[in-house]
Every structure is written in C-alpha cells, then in structure tokens.
C-alpha cells in the first residue's frame, strides 16, 4: 500500500505536522510507519477520514482524552457520544450565559427584579434533616431526592409537621461544597429520636429553636442559579437597613409543588434568620 509522507498528510487531512505528533504522541492517530533511525513519520491514505474526525472533534473544543474513545467507535455510537458532549456544552454554556447576565446586574447597580421583603414567625420544631456536600449542579437532583427521603422517613415519625427547606451552612456553587441541610418538620419528637438512632440511617433529628426569618418569595423559574442570588442578596440588604443580624444559615423554603407548579408560580421563599 502507497504510504503518504507527513507532509502529503497533513495537507489531506487539513492537520499541521505538529498536531500530528501531538495526537501520535496521544495515542489519538498513530502513522502507518515510523522509520526506525530518523523517527520520520508516515501514513496511509485511509487514515486520512479518521484525522478529519479528529480535527472535527478538537473544533468543538472536545478534550484529547474524550476525543480518543469517541474515534474507535461505530459510526451511530461516536454521532451519540458526540450529540451527548455538544449537550453539556449547551447547558454549561446557558449556566454561564445566566452567571454573566447576573454580574452585568450587579456591577452596573441594575436590579430585574424588585422583591418584597417580610418577617415570620416560626415556632420550635422538630425536623428529620440529611445533610450533604455538593456542589451547585448537583442541588437540583440532590433536594427532591432528599425531601422523598425524609417524606417516608416521616411516616415512621408522627408524620410531616411543616413545609420543607434546605438549610446552607456554607455557599453551594460551582467551587464551594456546603454543606447543605434538607429539613423535614415531623410530628413526633420521640418517634424520631428512636428512627433516626437506628443503624444505616442518612437522616438525623435535631429541634430547630423558635425563629424569626427575613424573606422574599419566588417563582419557580427565579429558583435557578444565579438567579436566586439576586433574592438572596436584596434580603441580606433588606436587613442590614433595618438594623438586624443574621442568627443562622440562610435557607430555601419549598411551600409548593414543585411538579405542578409552572415557571410564573411562587415556589420557594429565600430567607435569612435574623434577630
């Protein structure tokens, strides 16, 4: 079979002689022949396709590594690995379109969104919690798995006693890991002392003391990162105007059926403690 020199190959294949030896190196496109004494390189015509591929797939910014699985596979099995990278390219993209959008806001002085603050008073409760270090992608998965968790926990329990909330006693986002607390108030306090003793238990008892919390209520679509920042920080200036302090982890409060409810609803109440 005719071999084409490095040069002839890299003019076929639309790749530098360079990227060449980098993706050999790789394990990525290895030549035909490598001439034992000079190390010269070459290649057979019907590797030309597969360099292509690669130069295709580095257009899209796919990492090397990725790129190397997604080569040796059948035609309809590397167009799925393909499809399925370009997805996570688009909503990594969207977060930091959003991200963006955000700073813009908060740079410029700029607020989209005005929120009405208030105060509540919450009593003593007992609360079936499950806490967890993630970071922010993984929230949206973790809270509806976790309130499932502590709703059947709860039937053990005296039953659910209060709306359900996620407590932050650190920032979640894309760097920082918590820890987050999902909260479940429940009815009986003796009931869940002895549940939540009980061997391979993910859920702890513990009494959330009388509070009075600073909030603004939000719609479902406002819930998303960044977005919720915003309400965040309007309650935290909201306070710090009135003169108060913050006594505890700030936190989500899920009044409604997150299911049901469409991205206009009011969903979630963001608040602080404070005394």
């Given at each position: 079979?005719?071999?084409?020199?490095?040069?002839?190959?890299?003019?076929?294949?639309?790749?530098?002689?360079?990227?060449?030896?980098?993706?050999?190196?790789?394990?990525?496109?290895?030549?035909?022949?490598?001439?034992?004494?000079?190390?010269?390189?070459?290649?057979?015509?019907?590797?030309?396709?597969?360099?292509?591929?690669?130069?295709?797939?580095?257009?899209?910014?796919?990492?090397?590594?990725?790129?190397?699985?997604?080569?040796?596979?059948?035609?309809p099995e590397a167009a799925?690995?393909?499809?399925?990278?370009?997805?996570?390219?688009?909503?990594?993209?969207?977060?930091?379109?959003?991200?963006a959008g955000h700073l813009?806001?908060?740079?410029?002085?700029?607020?989209?969104?005005?929120?009405?603050?208030?105060?509540?008073?919450?009593?003593?409760?007992?609360?079936?919690?499950?806490?967890?270090?993630?970071?922010?992608?993984?929230?949206?998965?973790?809270?509806?798995?976790?309130?499932?968790?502590?709703?059947?926990?709860?039937?053990?329990?005296?039953?659910?006693?209060?709306?359900?909330?996620?407590?932050?006693?650190?920032?979640?986002?894309?760097?920082?890991?918590?820890?987050?607390?999902?909260?479940?108030?429940?009815?009986?306090?003796?009931?869940?002392?002895?549940?939540?003793?009980?061997?391979?238990?993910?859920?702890?008892?513990?009494?959330?003391?009388?509070?009075?919390?600073?909030?603004?209520?939000?719609?479902?679509?406002?819930?998303?990162?960044?977005?919720?920042?915003?309400?965040?920080?309007?309650?935290?200036?909201?306070?710090?105007?009135?003169?108060?302090?913050?006594?505890?982890?700030?936190?989500?409060?899920?009044?409604?059926?997150?299911?049901?409810?469409?991205?206009?609803?009011?969903?979630?109440d963001v608040a602080f403690?404070?005394?």
């Amino acid at each position: 079979m005719e071999l084409l020199t490095i040069g002839e190959f890299a003019a076929r294949s639309r790749l530098s002689p360079k990227a060449l030896r980098l993706y050999d190196r790789l394990g990525l496109l290895a030549p035909a022949r490598v001439d034992a004494a000079t190390g010269y390189r070459w290649y057979r015509q019907d590797q030309v396709e597969r360099a292509r591929l690669v130069a295709l797939l580095r257009q899209l910014d796919m990492p090397l590594a990725r790129i190397a699985d997604v080569v040796v596979l059948p035609g309809p099995e590397a167009a799925g690995e393909v499809a399925a990278y370009w997805e996570t390219v688009e909503e990594r993209h969207a977060r930091q379109s959003a991200v963006a959008g955000h700073l813009r806001d908060r740079l410029s002085g700029r607020r989209t969104h005005m929120y009405e603050i208030r105060t509540v008073d919450v009593p003593e409760q007992a609360v079936l919690a499950e806490r967890r270090h993630l970071l922010a992608d993984e929230l949206p998965r973790w809270i509806p798995a976790a309130f499932d968790r502590l709703a059947e926990a709860a039937g053990e329990c005296g039953g659910v006693a209060g709306i359900p909330f996620v407590a932050y006693y650190a920032e979640v986002s894309p760097d920082s890991d918590g820890p987050a607390e999902a909260c479940l108030p429940v009815g009986d306090v003796e009931a869940a002392r002895a549940y939540a003793a009980g061997g391979g238990r993910t859920a702890v008892l513990r009494v959330e003391p009388a509070r009075r919390l600073a909030y603004a209520r939000i719609t479902k679509a406002q819930v998303a990162h960044p977005q919720i920042l915003s309400a965040f920080e309007a309650v935290e200036e909201w306070i710090a105007g009135q003169g108060l302090t913050v006594t505890g982890p700030c936190r989500e409060i899920y009044f409604a059926d997150w299911d049901t409810a469409t991205a206009t609803d009011k969903v979630c109440d963001v608040a602080f403690p404070v005394g």
